[in-house]
């Protein structure tokens, strides 16, 4: 259609891959599409990972990462960066983290009464142990 109109086209490729933005580029040019009367939106989703184990165990995954966009823009295609403000992308890892978060506390916390109970247990036993220990030096 955007061939027989020239109306540019803004396409919405799936996001959970990098291959996936790909095949939809591959798709539009087999067809003849123009690359300079297509939009590809939400390129800005992929400037960094949005898996949660990778950005806590890669502090590098920080790094903007402009690979895609460039490859993009390099092969005359338009990229719209337009997912800032959406409760959506930063969702997922809002929760992931949350929990992550709320586990470690859980964590921390039960470990902290686990040592409280047994200081509890042992160390009036080792006080009257020691105690003991000091009767029996001073008798000799």
Same mark, same amino acid.
């Given at each position: ?24 580029? &591959?798709?539009? *040019?087999?067809? @003849?599409? /123009? ?6 939106a +939400? ?26 966009? &460039?490859?993009? *823009?390099?092969? @005359?295609? /338009? ?6 403000? +959406? ?8 929760i ?9 506390c ?35």
């Amino acid at each position: 259609m955007s061939n027989e109109t020239g109306i540019a086209l803004s396409a919405h490729p799936p996001l959970d891959a990098v291959e996936n933005v790909r095949e939809v580029v &591959r798709v539009m *040019l087999d067809e @003849g599409m /123009n690359p300079e009367k297509a939009v590809i939106a +939400h390129s800005d989703l992929f400037f960094v990972p949005r898996d949660l184990r990778i950005l806590i165990t890669d502090p590098e995954s920080w790094r903007l990462n402009t690979d895609l966009a &460039r490859e993009l *823009l390099g092969r @005359g295609f /338009n990229i719209s960066i337009d997912s800032f403000g +959406h409760f959506q992308d930063g969702e997922p890892v809002g929760i992931l983290l949350g929990t992550a978060i709320f586990g470690i506390c859980t964590s921390a916390w039960t470990i902290c009464f686990i040592f409280t109970v047994a200081a509890l247990i042992f160390v009036p036993r080792d006080i009257k142990n020691l105690r003991g220990e000091l009767r029996s030096r001073v008798s000799a």
